[in-house]
């Protein structure tokens, strides 16, 4: 069994991602853990109780991670996700999360009872992390892996300013952008750490008719739900990315790094970089770039994912949705 410790801003794709973790047999969640970002942190947890108590995965713990920011402001995303991230359906679980013990505590609880362990994968900012780096400056060393959404991606050769690339431009990074101090910190940080930015996972675009289809034939309900919450954020989609016959479609970024993770020949090319963060003058928003190693580097490398067999991920997705419950 692996064991794994979800960080996640819940919002739609993070329900997905929760949902193939939920219904792997080899997957042993320890706990979730909230962030703010899509929305707010207190939804993020209830929304992560929701999917999971609607997978019938009530023995999954959530926990209530941090609300804020390191240093920055908090921004959140309500535009893509909806107010409650759910799209503004209004569902919550019929038992909030707690605010206490919090997510950070407990992580550090985990990685000391389960040294060298616990896989873990942070969908939303960093900033969980780098709340527990202050207290182990060692916690990346103390975790098997540490899979990331985030970073604009590997940055050319001497390249000064990566957001100018139209790859990186059209999907910039909030995961990173919300947070830059807690992204900073763990890229600082020396680990087995695997970086899935969203200019890899944002050329996976799912036809809404994909999830549309399997809910209508099975009638399941971890399919129902991602069809219910996801009719705003296809239409975010679907106007920010222009499909020929109008054809509406989806992003699943966080459901590519559950790939990464679980499935790791889905990804099909990755660098060992040091990352490296540039201010965009237009936005003064940060961003953190995989770049060239210097000749005397000496900055930590993590793993910078480049491409995916994203018809594998979506074989894997559809597999899992199409698949009765109970998922346990
Ligand atoms: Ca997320």
Same mark, same amino acid.
């Given at each position: 069994?692996?064991?794994?410790? +979800?960080?996640?801003?819940?919002?739609? *794709? *993070?329900?997905?991602?929760?949902?193939?973790?939920?219904?792997?047999?080899?997957?042993?969640?320890?706990?979730?853990?909230?962030?703010?970002?899509?929305?707010?942190?207190?939804?993020?947890?209830?929304?992560?109780?929701?999917?999971?108590?609607?997978?019938?995965?009530?023995?999954?713990?959530?926990?209530?991670?941090?609300?804020?920011?390191?240093?920055?402001?908090?921004?959140?995303?309500?535009?893509?996700?909806?107010?409650?991230?759910?799209?503004?359906?209004?569902?919550?679980?019929?038992?909030?999360?707690?605010?206490?013990?919090?997510?950070?505590?407990?992580?550090?609880?985990?990685?000391?009872?389960?040294?060298?362990?616990? *896989?873990?994968?942070?969908?939303?900012?960093?900033?969980?992390?780098?709340?527990?780096?202050?207290?182990?400056?060692?916690?990346?060393?103390?975790?098997?892996?540490?899979?990331?959404?985030?970073?604009?991606? @590997?940055?050319?050769?001497?390249?000064?300013?990566?957001?100018? %690339?139209?790859?990186?431009?059209?999907?910039?990074?909030?995961?990173?952008?919300?947070?830059?101090?807690?992204?900073?910190?763990?890229?600082?940080?020396?680990?087995? +750490?695997?970086?899935?930015? @969203?200019?890899?996972?944002?050329?996976?675009?799912?036809?809404?008719?994909?999830?549309?289809?399997?809910?209508?034939?099975?009638?399941?309900?971890?399919?129902?739900?991602?069809?219910?919450?996801?009719?705003?954020?296809?239409?975010?989609?679907?106007?920010?990315?222009?499909?020929?016959?109008?054809?509406?479609?989806?992003?699943?970024? *966080?459901?590519?790094?559950?790939?990464?993770?679980?499935?790791?020949?889905?990804?099909?090319?990755?660098?060992?970089?040091?990352?490296?963060?540039?201010? %965009?003058?237009?936005?003064?928003?940060?961003?953190?770039?995989?770049?060239?190693?210097?000749?005397?580097?000496?900055?930590?490398?993590?793993?910078?994912?480049?491409?995916? %067999?994203?018809?594998?991920?979506?074989?894997?997705?559809?597999?899992?949705?199409?698949? @009765?419950?109970?998922?346990?």
């Amino acid at each position: 069994m692996r064991k794994v410790v +979800v960080d996640t801003d819940t919002g739609v *794709d *993070d329900a997905l991602a929760l949902m193939l973790l939920a219904a792997d047999p080899e997957v042993e969640i320890l706990a979730v853990i909230s962030v703010f970002g899509n929305c707010t942190g207190e939804r993020a947890a209830d929304n992560a109780r929701y999917v999971l108590d609607t997978c019938g995965r009530t023995d999954v713990p959530v926990y209530r991670g941090s609300d804020v920011p390191v240093k920055q402001e908090l921004r959140l995303n309500p535009g893509i996700h909806g107010e409650d991230g759910f799209g503004n359906t209004g569902l919550r679980p019929a038992v909030s999360v707690a605010t206490e013990p919090n997510g950070v505590d407990v992580l550090l609880e985990l990685v000391a009872q389960h040294k060298g362990e616990i *896989d873990y994968l942070a969908i939303g900012p960093q900033t969980n992390l780098a709340r527990a780096l202050e207290v182990e400056p060692k916690l990346l060393e103390k975790l098997r892996s540490t899979t990331i959404v985030g970073t604009l991606g @590997p940055a050319l050769y001497r390249d000064t300013e990566p957001w100018a %690339d139209r790859r990186f431009r059209v999907s910039r990074d909030p995961n990173v952008t919300f947070d830059i101090d807690a992204a900073e910190a763990v890229a600082g940080a020396v680990g087995d +750490v695997t970086w899935c930015g @969203p200019y890899v996972t944002r050329q996976a675009l799912v036809p809404e008719d994909f999830f549309l289809e399997i809910a209508s034939s099975t009638g399941y309900a971890p399919a129902e739900l991602i069809t219910k919450i996801s009719a705003d954020y296809a239409g975010f989609y679907s106007r920010s990315y222009p499909q020929p016959g109008d054809e509406r479609v989806m992003g699943i970024n *966080d459901s590519m790094a559950v790939a990464a993770l679980l499935r790791p020949d889905l990804v099909t090319a990755s660098v060992m970089r040091p990352l490296q963060t540039f201010a %965009d003058p237009q936005t003064g928003d940060r961003y953190l770039a995989g770049v060239h190693p210097a000749r005397d580097e000496t900055r930590p490398l993590h793993r910078v994912v480049v491409d995916m %067999d994203f018809d594998g991920v979506l074989d894997m997705i559809g597999e899992t949705l199409r698949r @009765p419950l109970p998922w346990r």
